[in-house]
């Protein structure tokens, strides 16, 4: 006889039931002890019958978009004090804030990057994307000697070089703005500048004109856009890849690396071929990078993955920041036209802004700090604890993933008084905020600190000023009064609607 046969109905239910409660036992426990090291640190009200183990899921998975995950986390902060933990299952994040934890974890520990987050941009659904490239790369020997070789090619001495492509490709957006200036056609910024950001790195980086601004749909463009939707739905969702509904959008995601990654070893593969036959090659970051090649530490697919690292790190921040630094002048019109007299002053009909000119706009960088305040577009940063931490007297145990947030210290009024309101003149050198050493690098850390900070800023900055400059002296401007100020926070943080104008030619 079967032995099945002898367990009545009852047997089974009392084992099943006996199961589940062993499981149920096993989970709690098991739950209990990841949670124990952390109990000392606050955290967010939990809901739901299971919040013992969904923790903070529920209002992380019902962010409103307007707040964003940033918004969510600056109310903790504002409920919860400068280190408090937010969990859900077994993961569990601290964040840290003021300016004692900012320096400690970024310059004193100099703390690795968190593996989890960042593999998620190095390896989604198992591909390589931004593979072992600098922003991505969690090995502190290998990134160091990548790190060494790219800060060469972005010292200011060698951006300098790139002045010519930073104006040319301005003066193309402002030819194409013009002709949409008759003050009744709707102009949806956040593309244009998008497209912008796109050409200003294909040129200067790598040395090949991508005419994405005379272009309704370029093909450059519609493959990292199709990246970033990608590796955005992987961020928000990480059971993305067995939801049915979704599985069309991660075909087209692999289809796009793979054409991303073939383009960037064609042209890497032509330079080096050009350069090994001494033809005429750009002097861009490309022919600096495969000048200091080093055969034995280099393969091709980490500089393809150097490649797509600098598309996507130097286009989508510096376009984000520039749409929002358009809808705050929008907003607030006295920053615009103070921005726009300090370039007639200094620029004037002049068609090319070299880095002496831009020096002079002091105001105008104040109006970019300003936007990076307000609205960074890397709004967190995350790393990794080695060993045991203690941070404002909270100890933190090893192996914890780190948040810091220049989005909540850009919003503390303790530094910066009237959070909300734009106000670019509390950059100004000789402003009482800077005087009394409100703001400083441990409080406005919108590029990060520490040697992992961003590599691109100085581009950054030469990008933003030329635009706002050669924009407040083309245009006068409107908002589209029906569109969302709110956010939309994927990867970065960007206006939700993309920072609608009209546009009217400037009477000068
Ligand atoms: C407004 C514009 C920008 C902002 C706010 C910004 C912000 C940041 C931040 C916060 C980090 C640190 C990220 C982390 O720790 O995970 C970073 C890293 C990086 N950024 Fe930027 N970035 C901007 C523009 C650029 C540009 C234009 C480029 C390239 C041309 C660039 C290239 C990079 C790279 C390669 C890294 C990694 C550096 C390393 O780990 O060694 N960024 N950026």
Redo the contacts with the bound molecule.
Sequence with gaps: MNILSNIGLSDLTALLIGTSSSFLLYLTLKQYLRLKPYRHIPHPKTYGPFRFFTGNLKELQSLKDDIGFSGLILKWFNELGPVFKVYFFGEIIVSVNGPEAVKKVTIELDLH?NDLT?NMLAFPYNERALGT???T?INKEK?KAS?AL?NHA?QRNVLKTFLDEFNEKSNLLMEKLRSKADGKTMVPMFPEINKLALDI?SSV?FGFNNDSINQNENYLNKLIINLLEGINELLIDPLVQIKPGKFKMISEFKKSLKELREFSRNHINQRIKDLENKEHVPNDILTIIIKNYDGDSFEMEDLIDQFL??FI??QE??A??LAFAILELGRNPDAFLKLREEVDKYIGCKNYISLEDLANLEYTSCVFKET?RKW???PE??RKTYKEIEINGVTIPKNTWIMCS?FISGHNPEYFPEPEEFKPERFLSGHEFSEKNLINSYTFF???LG???????N??KI??KIFLAKFALNFDFQLNENQSYGLKELLTLRPKDGCQVYLTQRNS
Excluded: M
């Design positions: 990057k960042y490239g600098l922003v790369e990134w790190r790219f972005f790195i980086a690292t600098f790190a130097g921040t510096t984000n920041s990076l960074p577009p890397a940063f995350s220049p919108p590029f990060s040697p992992r900070n961003c590599i691109g800023q581009f950054a990008e933003a």
